[in-house]
């Protein structure tokens, strides 16, 4: 959940050639090193968000996607709240936000590279749970085969992850950050099912015109026939909490989407408040 922010001031006409070339060489970073966008200001400082590596969100790239499937044998004293963790908080339909914050150590167990499924991503790290990436490369193809690019530009996101980028906004824009971003243990992208598309119309940033692209259209009548769903309607941000983004689907399964894309209401409604273990006490 990002917002391109661009901030350019007509002062400085002389300025216009370098700006560009400055631009380009931003927007090359971009897409080489996974920044998460470059805000120009007036005063020609420019401000960077980095989305955090893996490193330094202080979880390794086995961890991330570990099969913890051995661990779902008997229970045991000191073993039964992880395999509890393990087995009851990947209901697809998990609720997650304000009042159901998901743990900091909670890591789906099930992650899996989406280089490894031919998957267009931003970042070579970049995972998802298993069953949303094969419905991720599946719904990839078949935009393909229609002529459509769509690029995976943000999966799976830590806690560690979230709470960087959330201070982030929160020291930039204080009360309002909560409407570009949420704070950590509420991000879906948490879950490993949750995905921010862009494309080349896009400029492969994350941005509201993204809808009236080739890729935003396409999804809007696709999405969910391979299991995904927009999280933040438009008109709905009394309800989710969060702005308008036409980027941000989340997998539910395709039944489950279906069921919810031909609904009135918006997906919050639908989702399962999980066990206690799920979520921070």
């Not at 661990?71 to 045991?76: D, L």
């Not at 830590?158 to 991000?187: H, I, M, R």
Request: aromatic share 12%; glycine share 10%; proline share 5%.
């Amino acid at each position: 959940m990002f917002r391109k922010l661009k901030f350019f001031s007509g002062k400085h006409p002389r300025m216009l050639p370098l700006t560009v070339a400055f631009v380009a060489l931003i927007s090359l970073s971009v897409l080489t090193y996974g920044l998460d966008f470059a805000a120009i200001k007036d005063d020609g400082k420019v401000d960077i968000v980095t989305r955090p590596s893996v490193e330094s969100a202080k979880i390794t790239v086995p961890e991330r996607i570990a099969d913890r499937s051995a661990t779902k044998g008997a229970v045991t004293e000191d073993s039964g709240q992880e395999i509890a963790r393990s087995v009851g908080c990947e209901n697809l339909l998990l609720r997650v936000g304000p009042d159901h914050i998901l743990t900091p150590d909670y890591v789906p167990p099930d992650l899996v590279y989406l280089s490894a499924y031919g998957i267009p991503a931003r970042g070579a790290e970049d995972v998802l749970r298993q069953e949303a990436a094969v419905q991720l490369g599946r719904l990839i193809s078949a935009a393909a085969a229609d002529g459509v690019e769509v690029l995976a530009a943000s999966g799976y996101r830590s806690y560690w992850e979230q709470k960087g980028t959330f201070a982030w906004f929160k020291n930039a824009y204080g009360e309002d950050a909560g409407k570009l971003s949420v704070p950590p243990g509420q991000s879906e992208h948490q879950l490993g099912t949750a995905v921010d598309f862009s494309s080349s119309e896009a400029g492969y940033e994350l941005v509201s015109t993204f809808a009236q692209t080739s890729a935003g259209i396409w999804l809007t009548k696709h999405a969910v026939q391979y299991g995904f769903i927009l999280s933040y309607k438009e008109g709905k941000e009394t309800e989710t909490g969060v702005n308008y983004e036409p980027w941000h689907y989340r997998f539910v399964g395709t039944d489950n989407a279906r069921e919810i894309g031909a609904a009135e209401k918006g997906p919050m409604s639908f989702y399962y408040e999980g066990a206690s273990y799920c979520y921070e006490p």
